[in-house]
Every structure is written in structure tokens, then in C-alpha cells.
């Protein structure tokens, strides 16, 4: 079955970026049956999506995101990535990865999360 | 962006009764494929969200079947027919006929 792991520094300092890594075992990230997805969860809050990648590098990002948004895909190393950019308080928040199943429009297997605060 | 509202935003079920949660869409997820993008979700305490239902009212591998989902259009409903200690957690529903995925508030299930 297939496992996501999260990892990445747990503190940003704001106006930095944040980066975050997915690790995918128990099947190729380049299988191209899947999309890769980023969302994010702050304290106490509800869910937001933050974006996916296919395989080929093709990209989608939530609007209110977009301009600081980065997903990349390493298939060497079976990871996918998150970059965030000029990071506030307000994105202080647990990011988890999943998989999305090509043509299922939701994901089914999400990561465990990593929290990431963003101070100085 | 389509607003998903939840209700109730929490809700205590003593163990054996039923529970229902519902989930209103600001616009209709039945797309033009004949597809209703409405799905459910549980996040049990410390863990990450889980697939219970898809496509409005198909369960996901390995789920108990007291977990049902129902409706149509922009209206929907997760109904769990006899509640057990382990379904603890906050349920959310979303919808994905926009490529914006985005949830419900959620809706937190105690035990009495």
C-alpha cells in the first residue's frame, strides 16, 4: 500500500520560504496514474488545497496561493515538493501530501503532516 | 470559489445511535459527465484525513458499511447508522467539480 511522508524544517522565519518534501513508497510517483497534491491544515481550522502535480511537471494551483506557489517532482527520487514563498503567520499551518488518483478529482491517501510555524 | 457549509458543527452520539451530517454547496457539483464530485472525509484526533465516501455515495476499501452517503445537486448527508467509540473525529465533506478543491468547515462527532 502506498505510504507519504512529510518532512522539512518545522520553523520559518517570515518573509522566507518554506520547503517541503513528500516521500512516496510503496509505488513509482512515476507511474502516471496519479496526481501529487499539497494541503494544508492551521490550527483549529479547516482544510485548504493547495495544489497538485502530474508526473509530466503539468501544475495546478489554488488562486489565492498561486503567486507564491512552486510543486516540483523528483522521479529519481520518487519525492515531490512544496515551496512557498514570503511566508507570514498566516501560513503557519500542518501540510500534508496526498495522492489523487488520475480522472478521481479527489485525493485518497494523504501523508501523516508536518507542522510548519512560521516566526522569527 | 464554491462554499461547502456543514451542519451541525458538532454534534454527541451516544454509541449504537445513529448520527447524520449535512453538507450544502454553493453551486450544483453535478458536472456535465453525470458525476457528482461531493466527498467525505474523517479526520480522527492526531491522525490525517481519511477517504470514507466518494462520489457522493460510494465507500472507499475498508470502509464500515454504517458510513452512507446520500443526495444530489447541492445537498448532501453522511449518515452513520450506529455510531461506535472508534468514529470520533471531524468529518468533512468536499467538492472538486471546480479544479478549487474546497471542504466544509467540518463537523466534530463525541461520544457521550
Known amino acids: 500500500q502506498v505510504q507519504l511522508q512529510e518532512s522539512g524544517p518545522g520553523l520559518v522565519k517570515p518573509s522566507q520560504t518554506l520547503s517541503l518534501t513528500c516521500t512516496v513508497s510503496g509505488g513509482s510517483i512515476s507511474s502516471g496514474s496519479y496526481y501529487w497534491s499539497w494541503i494544508r491544515q492551521p490550527a483549529g481550522k479547516g482544510l485548504e488545497w493547495i495544489g497538485r502535480i502530474y508526473t509530466s511537471g503539468s501544475t495546478n494551483y489554488n488562486p489565492s496561493l498561486k503567486s507564491r506557489v512552486t510543486i516540483s517532482v523528483d522521479t529519481s527520487k520518487n519525492q515531490f515538493s512544496l515551496k512557498l514563498s514570503s511566508v507570514t503567520a498566516a501560513d503557519t499551518a500542518v501540510y500534508y501530501c496526498?495522492?489523487?488518483?488520475?480522472?478521481?478529482?479527489?485525493?485518497?491517501?494523504w501523508g501523516q503532516g508536518t507542522l510548519v510555524t512560521v516566526s522569527s | 470559489d464554491i462554499v461547502m457549509t456543514q451542519t451541525p458543527l458538532s454534534l454527541s452520539v451516544t454509541p449504537g445511535q445513529p448520527a447524520s451530517i449535512s453538507c450544502k454547496s454553493s453551486?450544483?457539483?453535478?458536472?456535465?459527465?453525470?458525476?457528482?464530485?461531493l466527498y467525505w472525509y474523517l479526520q480522527k484526533p492526531g491522525q490525517s484525513p481519511q477517504l470514507l465516501i466518494y462520489?457522493?455515495?460510494n465507500r472507499f476499501s475498508g470502509v464500515p458499511d454504517r458510513f452512507s452517503g446520500s443526495g444530489s445537486g447541492t445537498d448532501f448527508t453522511l449518515k452513520i447508522s450506529r455510531v461506535e467509540a472508534e468514529d470520533v473525529g471531524v468529518y468533512y465533506c468536499m467538492q472538486s467539480i471546480q479544479l478549487l478543491y474546497t471542504f466544509g468547515q467540518g463537523t466534530k462527532l463525541e461520544i457521550k
Open positions: 462520489e457522493v455515495s
Open positions: 496526498a495522492r489523487e488518483r488520475l480522472n478521481s478529482r479527489h485525493p485518497d491517501y
Open positions: 453551486q450544483s457539483l453535478l458536472h456535465s459527465d453525470g458525476k457528482t464530485y
